[in-house]
């Protein structure tokens, strides 16, 4: 799995947590979110989730 980072907002809306914050936007390979705007706590939250619900659907990963 890659995330592209693709654009700085200084004041924008998270979609995750739905607060103004400084946000990235971002855009997971496999179309998790895309042109998402995370904020920095929400963007690491997002890529643990993704990734343990990668690593429980393929189990020969473990």
Known sequence: MQV???EFHEDEEC???Q???EC???TF???FLKDAPLCWKC???AFRVRSSQ???ADPESR
């Open 15 to 17: 979609v995750w947590c």
């Open 43 to 45: 963007l690491q939250t």
């Open 4 to 6: 592209v980072l693709s």
């Open 19 to 21: 607060k103004e914050r």
């Open 24 to 26: 990235v936007v971002a």
């Open 54 to 56: 990668a690593e429980s």
């Open 29 to 31: 390979s496999d179309e």
